[in-house]
Structure formats: C-alpha cells, structure tokens
C-alpha cells in the first residue's frame, strides 16, 4: 500500500506554483543582495581612483559608478540646507549641504560639506562661515541621500530662514527652494583633517542592506519548503490500526 493517497490536480498545481513563486522571490532576494555588496565595493574603491574634470560627468553620470572630480566656482554661502537625520553618535547634528555654482555654468551643484556634530541640544550646530573667494573641490559625485518617509510635507517652503532644515533630502524640492536647476548629484567632499566636518562617507543602504536581502531570502525558501511540507502532510495516508485475531 502507498504511503501517500492521490493528490487532486488541484492542489498539485496550487503546491508547485506557490513552491515556483518562493523560490523565485528568493533568488531575486540573493541578486540583489550580490547587487548592493557590488555597489558597496566600488563605493569604496571610488576614494582611490583617479580624479577627472566635472563637466566630463556633471549632466550624465555613469550608472552604479561615484566618479571623483574636481570642480571650480562658488559657494551661495547664504543657503546652507541641514539633514537632521545624523546618524554619527548621539549628541545629534546635522549633515550640512551647500549650493555651488560651478564656473561658467548655469546650473547649481549640492555639495556635502560633511557632518557637524550637535551639543547635545535640540539647537542646530553652529556653522562656520563658508569662503566667498572661488574655490576647488574634490570629491566623489554620488547619488543624493534617499528620501525616505516624507512625513509633514515640504519643510523647505515653510521655512523663511536659512539655514533650513529636515528630515530628508529632496533635490526637486531644494531646486524650487532654490529657484534654480540642480545636477543630478551630490559632490561629497574628501576628508580634510583641517575641516570642522566630520566627512567618513558611506553609501547609504540602511532601509535595506545586502544581509537583510539575504535574510529575505531564507524567508521565501523556508515558504516553499514548508508548503512541499504541507502538501505532504495533508495527502500522507492514515495509517489503520492493526486488529489482534482473537
């Protein structure tokens, strides 16, 4: 006798699509997490690759690459933006941004000072003067940091002084702020020991790292094995008592 009754069609299908579907939602969990550590790796040798001119990536900048540049111009050193969303230590601070108007060009370059440290207050930093003289810059052009919940709406446009602060960062929102075309990117400038700025860079993966997809991953495997599991439970055969003879 067989251990297992006949299964409807039915519920053979419904196993091996459901079964198909986690193993496939878990692959895809393990390509990107593969994706992201690729990412984090040529985040972290852009520090050391050779520096080009910005205008040779400022409109198109090469996809899953942070070119290191160099760039001349200006700073609007009366509109600084503050990122209140540190993530250094915890007596707070801000990440400062800085509009640069590059030489000879129109359009506006958000440039990452670096992280200034709080007081342990709820006072925003106290922010060094920024150089009024043209300068050069050096540093990776990178993605701008994500946007994430943007709970409250657009705290740019109900702040009438600056610097102006929030939560998140939104290039289209810091644009109209600004009145004015913003690139693509962000330049996150290089460590300089003499700065006030804490500038240890990293790519920001937070909402979901390379180990949180591969968590994900086991959890969608573990779905198609206990619904294989399932199935054969349900459709195993009960076994019949034995009757002694008398």
Same mark, same amino acid.
């Given at each position: %006798?067989?251990?297992?009754?006949?299964?409807?069609?039915?519920?053979?299908?419904?196993?091996?699509?459901?079964?198909?579907?986690?193993?496939?939602?878990?692959?895809?969990?393990?390509?990107?997490?593969? @994706?992201? +550590?690729?990412?984090?790796?040529?985040?972290?040798?852009?520090?050391?690759?050779?520096?080009?001119?910005?205008?040779?990536?400022?409109?198109?900048?090469?996809?899953?690459?942070?070119?290191?540049?160099?760039?001349?111009?200006?700073? #609007?050193?009366?509109?600084?933006?503050?990122?209140?969303?540190?993530?250094?230590?915890? #007596?707070?601070?801000?990440?400062?941004?800085? !509009?640069?108007?590059? =030489?000879?060009?129109?359009?506006?370059?958000?440039?990452?000072?670096?992280?200034?440290?709080?007081?342990?207050?709820?006072?925003?930093?106290? #922010?060094?003067?920024?150089?009024?003289?043209?300068?050069?810059?050096?540093?990776?052009?990178?993605?701008? !940091?994500?946007?994430?919940?943007? %709970?409250?709406?657009?705290?740019?446009?109900?702040?009438?002084?600056?610097?102006?602060?929030?939560? /998140?960062? +939104? %290039?289209?929102?810091?644009?109209?702020?600004?009145?004015?075309?913003?690139?693509?990117?962000?330049?996150?400038?290089?460590?300089? !020991?003499?700065?006030? /700025?804490?500038?240890?860079?990293?790519?920001?993966?937070? =909402? %979901?790292?390379?180990?949180?997809?591969?968590? @994900?991953?086991?959890?969608?495997?573990?779905?198609?094995?206990?619904?294989?599991?399932?199935?054969?439970?349900?459709?195993?055969?009960?076994?019949?008592?034995?009757?002694?003879?008398?």
């Amino acid at each position: %006798m067989s251990w297992m009754r006949r299964p409807s069609w039915w519920s053979v299908l419904l196993t091996v699509a459901g079964a198909l579907v986690f193993v496939r939602l878990g692959i895809w969990q393990l390509h990107r997490a593969d @994706y992201k +550590d690729g990412l984090l790796r040529r985040y972290a040798a852009a520090a050391s690759v050779p520096v080009q001119p910005f205008d040779a990536v400022a409109a198109q900048p090469p996809l899953d690459a942070y070119p290191r540049v160099r760039v001349q111009g200006r700073y #609007l050193v009366d509109r600084l933006y503050l990122l209140d969303n540190p993530k250094h230590d915890d #007596l707070g601070g801000a990440e400062v941004y800085a !509009p640069f108007q590059p =030489s000879n060009q129109s359009k506006l370059l958000l440039v990452d000072l670096g992280f200034l440290p709080g007081n342990g207050t709820d006072k925003a930093p106290q #922010l060094p003067p920024l150089p009024t003289d043209q300068q050069t810059l050096q540093g990776l052009y990178e993605p701008p !940091p994500g946007t994430g919940l943007e %709970m409250g709406g657009n705290a740019l446009a109900q702040q009438t002084q600056w610097p102006k602060t929030s939560i /998140y960062l +939104d %290039m289209n929102q810091v644009a109209a702020d600004l009145h004015t075309t913003l690139y693509p990117r962000v330049l996150a400038l290089d460590a300089d !020991p003499a700065s006030i /700025y804490v500038r240890v860079h990293t790519l920001d993966l937070s =909402s %979901m790292p390379p180990a949180r997809h591969r968590a @994900y991953a086991f959890q969608w495997f573990t779905f198609a094995i206990a619904a294989v599991v399932i199935f054969l439970v349900l459709h195993r055969t009960k076994r019949r008592p034995n009757k002694s003879k008398s």
